[in-house]
């Protein structure tokens, strides 16, 4: 007797289990977006506050993550009937591992890109390994990948060797776990309709792509993998492949992206703007492309191979023309800057103050010194890169070599007796176009000195000197050698302008900052403290980010300044080395510095009698902000802010007890000055304050020149004239704003007597 045959279940019973996919295939994709973009906002608020995410961040987010979407996807998973829904649940699942994994690894330091690429490679490898089942290769997929990736060959740079190798291995390694989680068999269950496979499969996939790219790539990268995979989700329905297609499209976030570099500190149309806006193009491509196969009359899956090779050569030809000729070929690394155990002493030394030839002496007995020292304890080592033929550049004022070099050789650096340590010189990747000049929103300068220089006391000692026979050096984003207030000040000869980012020959300024800080300390058009003064300047951050190198190219620039084109080390000129430096700049360990980094340089320059003005920074009034260099050097005379209420800004960083930092305040909110284009603005920051300070050390010394080069005087005078800040402080008096508020007048005053 045969059996009765159960008859097929009704449509209408698999509604709950469709409603369920559908449901948590939106929660997961909120999931995967709310994570991710939460984290990474959450980093860039810790970053603004002068914090480190706390390594824990990421390992936590992504539990939550996992089990909040991981859940839901078992569920699926294990319980409905239905093979389509089953069949989500088990790609979304695998997703949600991927997401929660991918997401912990980024505890791993952004500055370590190379280790989490390395550690991506792995566990997705390992994913592909322990969940494939029928994989399909399709030339079609690797025709849209290509394009997808143009975009970043346009737009983005490459990294070093070994960043670019191993970013290579972890979109192989993506681009098999998604294969091995979209398979034939997860797209066979959507036919027998071609149209179901592509419309409910390729929707069912993009929500397993969103998993997987969230989970792929370092802080930031992950946010555009969100945006390039997902999509790709259309194409692999239509293909029933996934592999080759979603492989080549993570290269180009993986590669081409620095994930250190997509952060809220870089200017408009800098790397942020370029990563989103390839990954914007990709994303339309990407679905376009999904639609477009799926569209098709005839199904490219039944096209003749020998056709799709063709079309992949073909289409790879191109976009290694775009990438050759509109793109920014070639290998753009970070860069190992190798700090040396022995620093040179600076006993013995002149101590010679004044104008005249005995200060020239001073300058240039440092100057021979720290070369001497530099090139004796150095050769060893540079003689090692040479035989590896490894380009590397000697620096003196901190005795260190800046190795162009990956990871592999930092091991074998610091295992050296003559290293003490070895930091990473965040280099900035270029950019298809060049950035654009920030100009102010006033076109008029003051028809009056603002309030900033009247509380400082600068109009009172103008009849006496407006700071002739000084010089100021600025290092910061560069100066408007043209502007207006600045053009006559600028001291000129080929030894007064280094540009070590883009090698102009002329003071030009693209942010602003630079222009507006130089402006305060010596413009005239009554914006400047000492407008009599001179002024020089090297650019150390042009994209509003630096790098220890660069830092340092600056500072060594300032000590013995040199002909453009000339080297530091054989064509310095220390009798040109300006009196008076302002520095609103800091250096943090996102670019590579740690906080004794800068301290040899700082005390080197004391010891040629060099002021070096520093700002507090702008991490807020949580105590203890002032926490990089050059800040918390002994040497530097740092500066915290205070507004025209004479009340601390909340934005001005705080010091430690018994830190000494900040040693004094000034102006630094709503402060009007020069910009680029012959126009004005109004900035906030202790950026703003810094030139203040530096600008009446210029007119203290243009009134009292015997003062020149006794910095313990002249920044007692400074503290011992101070007045009184406003409002209750937040970590005590001597924390918010040192000895008070500069007054230059009273300064003057005092040294007469």
């Not at 469709?18 to 295939?25: C, D, E, N, P, Y």
């Not at 009937?81 to 069949?87: G, H, T, Y």
């Not at 270029?430 to 220089?453: M, S």
């Amino acid at each position: 007797m045969t059996p009765p045959v159960a008859p097929p279940p009704r449509a209408d019973s698999h509604t709950g289990a469709i409603v369920a996919a559908v449901l948590t295939g939106l929660w997961l994709v909120v999931v995967a977006a709310f994570s991710q973009y939460g984290g990474w906002l959450f980093s860039q608020v810790m970053l603004a506050l002068g914090l480190e995410m706390p390594g824990f961040s990421w390992p936590v987010i992504g539990l939550v993550a996992m089990l909040f979407a991981g859940g839901p996807a078992l569920a699926l998973a294990l319980i409905p009937r239905l093979p389509a829904v089953r069949e989500c649940g088990r790609a979304w699942a695998i997703g949600s591992g991927a997401l929660g994994l991918g997401t912990g690894l980024r505890a791993i330091p952004g500055t370590e890109n190379e280790w989490y690429l390395f550690a991506l490679a792995a566990w997705a490898g390992i994913g592909y390994l322990v969940f494939r089942r029928r994989a399909r290769f399709s030339w079609w997929g690797v025709v849209a990948g290509l394009i997808v990736l143009v975009p970043f060959l346009w737009v983005g740079a490459l990294g070093g060797v070994t960043d670019t190798l191993l970013a290579v291995l972890a979109a192989i390694a993506v681009g098999g776990l998604a294969s091995s989680t979209l398979d034939t068999v997860f797209f066979d269950v959507f036919e027998p309709s071609r149209a179901r496979r592509i419309w409910l499969g390729g929707l069912a996939a993009g929500v397993a792509l969103a998993l997987i790219g969230a989970g792929a790539g370092g802080n930031g990268v992950q946010i555009l993998m969100l945006l390039v995979l997902p999509p790709l989700g259309f194409a692999a329905a239509a293909l029933r492949s996934t592999g080759a297609l979603v492989g080549i499209a993570a290269f180009g976030p993986l590669a081409f992206v620095d994930p250190v570099e997509v952060n809220f500190f870089l200017l408009e149309r800098d790397i942020p703007f370029w990563a989103f806006t390839a990954s914007a193009i990709a994303w339309s491509v990407g679905l376009v492309f999904g639609l477009g196969y799926g569209l098709a009359s005839r199904p490219l899956e039944a096209a003749r191979r020998p056709l799709a090779i063709g079309t992949a050569v073909v289409v790879a030809l191109g976009a290694g023309a775009v990438y050759a000729v509109a793109g920014q070929p070639g290998f753009y690394g970070d860069q190992l800057f190798v700090v040396m155990k022995e620093q040179a002493s600076l006993a013995g030394l002149p101590t010679t103050t004044g104008l005249g030839p005995g200060r020239d002496q001073r300058v240039e007995a440092v100057y021979r010194r720290l070369v001497e020292h530099a090139n004796r304890t150095q050769a060893p080592l540079r003689a090692q890169l040479d035989r590896w033929k490894l380009s590397y550049q000697p620096y003196y004022l901190v005795n260190a070599i800046l190795v162009n070099a990956g990871p592999e050789v930092r091991a074998w650096l610091e295992l050296r007796d003559d290293v003490d340590r070895v930091l990473l010189d965040q280099r900035l990747r270029p950019l298809p176009q060049p950035v654009g000049q920030t100009v102010g929103d006033i076109k008029q300068p003051p028809a009056a000195p603002e309030w900033n220089l009247q509380m400082i006391g600068a109009p009172g000692v103008w009849p006496r000197s407006q700071g002739q026979q000084i010089v100021v050096g600025s290092s910061d984003s560069g100066v408007d050698g043209k502007h207006p207030a600045l053009a006559s000040g600028f001291r000129g000869g080929d030894d007064s302008w280094y540009d070590p980012w883009n090698h102009t020959t002329f003071p030009v300024d693209h942010g602003g900052h630079g222009t507006h800080t130089m402006g305060t300390a010596v413009g005239k058009e009554r914006v400047g403290v000492a407008p009599g003064s001179q002024w020089v300047a090297c650019v150390n951050l042009d994209r509003n980010m630096g790098s220890p190198s660069f830092y340092l190219d600056c500072m060594q620039f300032m000590l013995a300044p040199f002909a453009i084109g000339g080297n530091a080390f054989t064509d310095g000129r220390p009798a040109r080395a300006p009196h008076v430096l302002t520095n609103s700049w800091g250096c943090p360990p996102m670019e590579g510095c740690d906080i004794e980094l800068t301290r040899p340089a700082t005390d080197a320059l004391a010891a040629a009698g060099i002021a070096f003005v520093a700002a507090a920074g702008n991490e807020g009034d949580r105590c203890g902000s002032i926490d990089a260099p050059p800040a918390t050097d002994p040497a530097a005379f740092t500066v915290a802010a205070v507004n025209e209420d004479r009340e601390v800004t909340s934005f001005s960083s705080r010091g430690q007890p018994a830190s000494g930092k900040p040693d004094a305040s000034a102006p630094g909110a709503q402060v009007l000055s020069a910009m680029p284009g012959n126009t004005y603005g109004v900035l906030d920051g202790t950026s703003m304050a810094t030139p203040h300070v530096a600008g009446a050390l210029a007119l203290l010394w243009s009134v009292r020149p015997e003062l020149v080069g006794d910095l313990d005087r002249s920044f007692a005078l400074l503290r011992e004239t101070a007045t009184p800040v406003s409002g209750s402080p937040t970590c005590g008096d001597l924390e918010d704003a040192g000895a008070g508020i500069i007054n230059v007048e009273r300064a003057v005053l005092a040294a007469a007597g």
